[in-house]
């Protein structure tokens, strides 16, 4: 976060210049794709600055700019863009950073669309891509040529939560010119600050935490406005993956409460990974702040506060058996994504067909469920937890 700027500030005022719009209290939603210029010479100025101006909405947006400049400087950013997704975000992010021919150092087990990106489709451009072990800040250095433009980082990742460390990957990234860009999905910008650590670009899946309440898919990607406008020049405006006004609006009014929702789902989440590593159904937990972790220094280092994610191994004998518990859960939602007001629950084994076994080579156990928590009470998630777990 910007020092010089309290969270209140941010999150209520800046950005907004209600005196344009008749005092009103909430902005405005801008749903204009166009805005029109009363002289060619303030046409010309317009086009000299499209990210700083308002000419097309695919550039730039009245409302999606008030919420760039929050997000920006709740990063302690000098610019931020929105996207219609994170995975928009992270893929104009390393895009912009490289050209065939070039490698790229990534985390292992990031989220899968970025490891699609990267692989897959800047693979058929001829960018080749390295995944590393991240908890060995050594393992980044191994892996790099004299090609490795960027390195590409998710701290902690949102299944398992294995983190790097941030500001040593930064400081022998800088040393050889190679720009480094880092999802900071799960931490959010209060709880960690990749910039201020020396990181190039942080990216959001802003459709977790920041929005909050899902009913929007978006994403943001903070940095410098040298590097910023770079993004903006190429994959933004090229590929035109913006964020709609209407979704900013959403945004700007979830992101009010951000602070307050990363207070209560801490507390709760800290109250169900206690009941949690206690159980007798649970083999592991897997969070930045489980007392297994063998990462507890770096979280009390780089991530301050928590988030609501953990994952749990069931101790179950096979996969109808965590279908039970699943199936079981009242309260939890069973569902893909994390980070709003509702907890949810993730099967891995509902990725895979139901006679899999419950150990495949090479992948997580199947008896992994991921759990999201939101805005309940404790008692009210772990009773329903232990209603799934009577049926186990
Ligand atoms: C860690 C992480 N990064 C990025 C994304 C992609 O974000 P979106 O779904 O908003 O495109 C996700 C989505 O689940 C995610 O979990």
Not at 42 to 59: I, N, Q, S
Not at 262 to 273: D, G, K, Y
Not at 313 to 325: M, S, T
């Amino acid at each position: 976060m910007s020092r010089s700027m309290d969270l209140s500030y941010i999150l209520n005022h800046l950005g907004e210049d209600r005196e344009r719009y008749f005092g009103a209290v909430a902005p405005p939603i801008v749903q204009s794709s166009i805005f029109a210029f009363p002289s060619v010479a303030k046409m010309r100025e317009g086009f000299r600055d499209e990210l700083g101006r308002h000419v097309y909405t695919r550039g730039n947006n009245p409302t999606v700019e008030i919420l760039r400049r929050k997000v920006a400087a709740l990063e302690g950013a000098q610019d931020c863009l929105m996207f219609g997704s994170g995975a928009a975000a992270m893929s104009a992010g390393a895009i912009a950073c490289v050209s065939g021919g070039d490698h790229v150092v990534c985390v292992a087990r990031p989220y899968s669309w970025t490891r699609a990106v990267l692989r897959d489709l800047l693979g058929r451009f001829g960018v080749t891509t390295t995944f590393v072990d991240g908890t060995d800040a050594s393992n980044f250095e191994s892996a790099l040529t004299d090609r490795t433009r960027l390195i590409v980082l998710e701290s902690p990742n949102s299944m398992t939560f294995e983190q790097q460390d941030l500001a040593a990957v930064a400081t022998l990234a800088r040393e050889r010119g190679i720009r480094t860009l880092c999802d900071n999905s799960y931490a959010t910008p209060l709880n960690q600050s990749p910039l201020a650590l020396g990181i190039d670009l942080v990216a959001h899946s802003a459709t977790k935490y920041l929005n909050g309440h899902s009913d929007v898919v978006a994403g943001a990607l903070c940095g410098s406005a040298e590097l910023i406008g770079q993004v903006f020049r190429g994959p933004y405006m090229t590929l035109g993956a913006i964020l709609a006004p209407h979704d900013a609006w959403l945004m700007i009014r979830g992101l009010r409460t951000l602070p307050i929702r990363m207070q209560r789902i801490a507390a709760t989440t800290a109250a169900v990974l206690d009941y949690l590593q206690a159980h007798p159904r649970v083999r592991h937990v897997y969070s930045p702040r489980a007392s297994a972790n063998p990462q507890l220094a770096l979280t009390e280092r780089q991530l301050h506060g928590a988030s609501g994610l953990l994952t749990i191994e069931l101790d179950a004998p096979d996969v109808a058996a965590i279908e039970r518990f699943c199936d079981g859960l009242a309260r939890f939602l069973m569902t893909v994504s994390w980070g709003g007001y509702e907890s949810l629950a993730f099967p891995v084994c509902a990725v895979y067909p139901q006679d899999a076994p419950l150990h495949p080579a090479g992948a997580l156990p199947l008896s992994l469920v991921r759990l999201s928590i939101g805005l309940e009470d404790a008692d009210v998630l772990i009773a329903d937890l232990e209603q799934g777990f009577a049926r186990l």
